[in-house]
Every structure is written in structure tokens, then in C-alpha cells.
């Protein structure tokens, strides 16, 4: 089924808050980065199995989904422009606790507590990043997500420079980075209210002023079932990097900590690239299409990755990286013109998403890690884009911002 968006008039785009928002995002991805940097050192210190590994990951991440659509609901009725400085409070709280931590059990509270903060960020932040773009939606969630991404892959690089050779305790050196944080959402929320004013004032001159649904019941259902699966088997081949990668360079190839490190940050700083191109590029083709090349493209290239050497294992991880990551900001912005009136909802629930369905893939890994062995994991992780065949259910939007 095809439905169509009328055009509506472009406001203009506030690239500086566009640019500092996406810096926030980075730093608040990067502290949730050190968590996984921070694993062989973890799993050294405390004995720890891959079940407590993806654990961890679980606790961090379904800590970081529970609230995001709740909270994500209340800003919709009341927006509170304010509430990601709160996050970054339970965000700099938990990298103290993690860095001081001494047993298993402090651990998950650690980081449960930055979970916590990363819930209570994201809603809020997605919805200046809505109102901030005008008419480049595209370009404004690839530069909001290209600073979480790139965020996610410095973790890894501070991990091989600061966190291994100076030890557990010097994660507390990163509170600096959530003061940052919380000083330049300080003057994003500052801006809110003209940013805000503008895009209502732009919507009650379009057609869908009057706040009612565009598209039927059926069509949004079938639609966010579809984007749930997709998001789903995404996020799991992707944990699959973010949490074991550095052991499986270590086990199949002999790699140090601080090489395979490196090659993680490679890995992720593809993800940066490709959430920006594929927002970019998403403005100009058509979110249906991004969806369809990104889910479904990466699958030859998963399927041989299990069985090269260490150079082809590289090479191919940032190819598969690039075109996966380049989906995340065409499913948000198809979601949100399926449902215009609930972007706090939809950035909460999707990036809650993230973090819920990839802690449980995370868990579920864990177990196959420790049952069959870290490569096992990656063949069958290699299957996993076939899933991208479902995005032939999705309805495809025509929208104004081909």
C-alpha cells in the first residue's frame, strides 16, 4: 500500500543547535561506550564469564528502554526542555559508581544508573532535533546520530589509552566530559521555546493542522510491528560487534586488548559515517528505499565474513557497519511521519529499542558465546539480515522530502 504526505512549508534550519545537539549525543554515547570498552578489563579483574558480559550489556540497556517511552509520552503533553540535563545527572552518578566499583553487583547499579540518564536523554533531544531540521529531516537525525555514533566509537579508543593503562578508576576521569554535557544542553534548552514556536506555527499552516491522524490505524500498526522486527535482528548482529568484537579478534587472530580496541573504534566509526550518509541520502531517494538498501544489503558480505583473515575481517566489519547504520534515521523519520503528533514517543520508543532489544540480544549471545565459542556466534549472526525480506510489508510513504 502506498500513502502519500502532503508537502508542507519549510521553516529554516538551525544548523548551530542541529551541530551542538549532535556534540551532546557524542558525549553521552561516548560515556555509554565505556561500558563495553571497559569489558576485557571487567572481565579480567572480576573473573567474569560472557553470561556476566552480556548481563551487564542487559542491565545497561533495559535500564536505558524501560523509561524512554514513558517519558517520551509525558514530554509529547507537557515538553520539559530541561530534562536531558537531568539524564546527564544519572550519567555522571554512574560513571563515579562504575569507576569505584568493586563488586559485581555495584557494577549493574553502575550502569543501570547511565541507562537511566541515556532514557531520560534521548526522548527530549529527538524532538529538538525534529523541530530544529525545517524541511532536512534527513540531515538533521544523520547529524544527531552521527554524534551518538561517533560518541559509541571513541569509547574504545579512551578504553586502549586511558582505561587500560591507567585502570578501572580512571573512568571517573570522564565526569569532565558529563559537566560538558550538561552546560551546552543548558543553552539548547534556553533556545527550545523559539525553535518550538516556529515549527507549530509552520504545522498550523499545513493541511494536518488540526493534529489528526495521517494514516490509518491499520497502516501505523502494521508498519511499527514491521520496524520493531527490523530494529530487532539489527540490533542483535550489532551487539554482536559492540560486546564481543574485541574477544573475537583476541581469540581468532591473537590480537592485544588495545589492538582489538582499535579495531572496534575502526569498526564503529563506520557507524558514524553511515548514519549521516543514509540520512543525507534519505532526504533525497526516500526513507522506504534507505530501509530496504540498509536492512537487506550488508547480507553477502555477513555471510563471508566468518570465514576471512584478519585484514578481509577488517574491511569487511566497516563495510557492514556503513550500510547498516545508514537505516537508523530513515526508520525514525518514517515513524514520525506515520505518528507527526508524537515525537517524544517515537524517539523514546526507537532509541528505547536500541537499547532494550540489543541488551537482550546481548544476553542471548552470551549464553552462545560461552556454549559454543565466540566465532560460532558471528556464523550465526551472519544470517541475520535476511530479516531485512520483512521490509516488504512496510507501507510505503511518499513524502515531501524525496
Partial sequence: MTVTVPPQKRSRTYLSVLVVLGLTHLLNDLMQSLIPAAYPILKEAYALD????????????????????????VTDKHPAPYSPVVGMLFTLSGIFSLAFADNYAIILVSVALIGIGSSIFHPEATRMARYAAGGRQGLAQGLFQVGGQAGGALGPVFAAIVIVPFGQSSLSWFAVLALLAMALLLWIGSKQREISAEFAANRA????????????????????????????????????????????????????????????????????????????????????????????????????????????????????????????????????????????LIGGLFYGLNFGLGGIAAALLGVLADSYGVEMVYTICSFLPLAGLFAWFLPKIEDSHK
Avoid at 50 to 73: N, R
Fill in 50 to 73: 560472557f553470561v556476566q558480559i552480556g548481563m551487564i550489556t542487559m542491565t545497561f540497556q533495559i535500564a536505558g528502554s524501560l523509561l524512554q517511552p514513558a517519558i517520551g509520552l
Fill in 205 to 344: 499552516s499545513s493541511k494536518h493542522s488540526d493534529g489528526a491522524p495521517r494514516h490509518a490505524t491499520a497502516t501505523i500498526v502494521v508498519a511499527m510491528i514491521v520496524l520493531t522486527f527490523l530494529m530487532f535482528t539489527k540490533n542483535a548482529y550489532g551487539e554482536s560487534f559492540r560486546s564481543f568484537y574485541t574477544f573475537y579478534l583476541i581469540e581468532k587472530f591473537d590480537l592485544s586488548i588495545p589492538s582489538a580496541q582499535m579495531m572496534l573504534f575502526i569498526f564503529l566509526l563506520a557507524s558514524a559515517a553511515g548514519a549521516l550518509i543514509g540520512g543525507i541520502v534519505g532526504d533525497r531517494i526516500g526513507r522506504y528505499r534507505i530501509i530496504w538498501i540498509s536492512i537487506l544489503g550488508p547480507l553477502p558480505l555477513t555471510l563471508i565474513l566468518p570465514h576471512v583473515d584478519l585484514f578481509w575481517t577488517g574491511i569487511l566489519t566497516v563495510m557492514i557497519n556503513l550500510i547498516m547504520a545508514s537505516a537508523f534515521a530513515s526508520i525514525l523519520i518514517y515513524a514520525m511521519e506515520l505518528m507527526p503528533n508524537r515525537i517524544g
